[in-house]
């Protein structure tokens, strides 16, 4: 068997597209979004990533902000740049690219930013709000993950599915949104601590790798015919992604998400839904 492609790229150009025709009817009416990002340091995959969204924000006519600070950059300075965000009314939202450099306080920072500028749906309230089943901006990997899935018919309702990993941009939410009425999946979060990985994978119907650990996920332990999300970024000596599945893998699962081409085109059109969304919330707002 060969998995089919969960096609990340083609499936993120086809939400901007969609995206394209909401920005203009916005402008018509008066509001045009603007997209904010802090970047600190120079961490090449940060910049690429961080240069990748502003691309897409040009494509859909979204406004671009860019901050950027050297990576010896204080606490203090950081969270200048933040409050100055927080008050820029041509922000209408905007991220904090993770990871900020060692000895930087990255939930302080994520605090001080206006829960209704947070584009990334990481702000404690906005996670809060995950929990409570209350409308709130949505982790834009997570989010790009369940979105890949149902935009290729792979069922969810009722799945068995194993999330791999437990950082804040995925592996915290992925559950919380998997598990909501709407996916209604069964999930088990396991990660690098977990003593029997295989044992879990072997059960799943669907597998979130988000560990950071080069193929971690080995054929063996695929069940025949489920559905693989690779989320994992490392890189090898040329710069090269290596994801958290062996290729092999490919030769046993039902779907598989390439990586590249998978859930990073994914992650960076969720952004720019939830930027969409939230302008689309403040001009109705405004008009009545
Ligand atoms: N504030 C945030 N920081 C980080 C997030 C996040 O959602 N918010 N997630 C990751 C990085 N990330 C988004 O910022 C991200 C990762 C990957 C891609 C992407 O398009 N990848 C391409 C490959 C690009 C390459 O060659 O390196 C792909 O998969 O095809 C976009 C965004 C951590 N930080």
Redesign the pocket.
């Known amino acids: 068997m060969t998995a089919q492609i969960l096609d990340?790229?083609a499936t993120a150009a086809a939400i901007k597209s969609e995206l394209t025709v909401r920005v203009a009817a916005l402008k018509e009416r008066g509001f045009t979004p603007g997209l904010g990002t802090v970047l600190v340091g120079d961490d090449p995959?940060?910049q690429?990533?961080?240069a990748?969204?502003h691309r897409d924000c040009a494509q859909v006519g979204i406004a671009s902000i860019q901050r950027e600070l050297p990576a010896t950059a204080t606490q203090d300075e950081i969270e200048a740049v933040v409050r100055e965000l927080n008050d820029d009314p041509a922000c209408t939202g905007y991220?904090?690219?993770?990871?900020l450099p060692k000895g930087i306080d990255e939930n302080r920072v994520l605090e001080l930013m206006d829960p209704d500028k947070d584009a990334?749906g990481?702000h404690p309230m906005n996670l809060g709000r995950l929990v409570l089943n209350e409308p709130a901006p949505l982790?834009?990997?997570p989010n790009g993950v369940i979105t890949l899935l149902r935009k290729h018919g792979v069922e969810i309702n009722g799945a068995e599915v194993v999330v791999v990993g437990r950082g804040v941009?995925?592996g915290r939410s992925m559950p919380l949104l998997l598990t909501r009425r709407s996916e209604n999946a069964t999930v088990t979060q396991c990660h690098t601590g977990t003593r029997d990985l295989a044992y879990h994978l072997r059960k799943a119907d669907i597998i979130v790798a988000a560990a950071g650990v080069p193929h971690l996920i080995k054929p063996e332990d695929v069940k025949p015919g489920a559905a693989i999300l690779d989320v994992g970024?490392s890189r090898d000596e040329s710069g090269k992604?290596v994801g958290d599945v062996h290729p092999g893998v490919g030769e046993v699962a039902g779907w598989i998400s390439?990586?590249?081409?998978?859930?990073?085109?994914m992650?960076?059109a969720q952004?720019l839904v939830n930027v969409v969304e939230a302008a689309e919330r403040a001009a109705s707002a405004a008009a009545s």
């Open positions: 990340g790229k995959g940060s690429k990533y961080v990748g969204k991220i904090v690219q993770l990871p990334d990481l982790p834009c990997t941009t995925i970024v992604i390439p990586n590249p081409g998978g859930v990073g085109p992650t960076r952004l």
